[in-house]
């Protein structure tokens, strides 16, 4: 008697302590969806498996599926959070038919006779919309290259120059603040398919900002 009262007890005891971290990790995973869903960083979204997961973080009136589009005419189909606000983020998915595991998510700076330089998201290492080249090189601690502005490719960083964003995973469009009210001289040197270099004397001498943010998954 005394031996089964032992074996009963062993298996409830047993039983109680494969409940606990399963209720556990229920719990952590809640909480983890909940940082997730509270969350500014745009990074964090990665961990997001698919787009069934969106739709039951933020409804699905705030999970679309749409084109999104790219230079040169290129699109592709994906999902778009918030459309038309300033928590906006396109997202691209390695499995385009169950729109699962996102290859990037995107944000970008609207423009209406002018950028808007406003979005809800920014990157893991405080990079956002508006952010200026100056910022943008002090939190790369090197100097950066990109292409010059005005045309399908313009603005995108080509290379952080070994410095703290090379391993941040994130490609960056800049574009001028305001073409009307800089340097013209300067202007012409800086437009088309040119490398340029944040330390140059035209770069210097003009105002850039970031308009467009894609945060990249390790499966790129």
Known sequence: MKQLFYILLCFTLFSCQTGTPEQSETKDTTAVVNDIKNSVIL????????????????????????????????????????????????????????????????????????????????TKDGVTIGSTLTELVAINEKPINFLGVGWDYGGNIMSYNGGKLDSAGIGVTLDIEDTQTQNEEAYQKVVGDVELNSESAEVKALTFKVIRIAVLSARN
């Not at 606000?85 to 998510?105: C, G, H, R």
Request: charged share 25%.
């Open 43 to 122: 990074d964090d979204m990665l961990a997001v498996k698919d787009e069934a997961e969106f739709i039951s973080m933020f409804g699905k009136e705030n999970v679309v599926r749409d084109t999104i589009w790219g230079p040169e005419g290129m699109f592709s189909m994906g999902t778009i959070l918030f459309p038309n606000t300033e928590k906006q983020v396109e997202i691209m998915w390695e499995d385009t038919v169950n729109n699962a595991y996102s290859l990037s998510l995107e944000i970008s700076a609207r423009y209406n006779e002018g950028w808007e330089y406003s979005s809800y998201w920014k």
